[in-house]
């Protein structure tokens, strides 16, 4: 609703705002954690249900420590495919034809 347009008693409404830019990234956060706990305590009941030994304590350390370093590895290898977009570094890569070309005129 714009500000000019009448409110419902005839006075103009007030401009609506919506969250900002962090308050976005941060529900986008909350929701991921709350998602990722949720997805580990599934996977937990699941192993239990399945009539599997019980997990010690090193198991559930290797298991956190593996997960953690994908979702790192992960979010490493597209800040650098990003990186590699912004910068034009895919800009200046050669055709498969040039490079065919250069290896004919080689041999």
Do not use: K
């Amino acid at each position: 609703m714009a500000a000019s347009t009448p409110g419902p008693w005839g006075s103009p409404a007030p401009p609506r705002r919506g969250p900002g830019p962090r308050a976005r990234v941060a529900s986008v956060l909350l929701g991921a954690a709350v998602l990722a706990g949720l997805s580990v305590a599934a996977m937990g009941w699941g192993w239990q249900a399945m009539g599997a030994s019980p997990m010690t304590v090193h198991g559930w350390i290797a298991l956190s420590i593996g997960a953690v370093g994908t979702a790192v590895l992960a979010a490493g290898l597209m800040l650098l495919a990003f990186h590699s977009h912004r910068s034009g570094h895919d800009d200046r890569v050669e055709s498969t034809e040039s490079i065919n070309e250069r290896i004919r005129r080689r041999f």
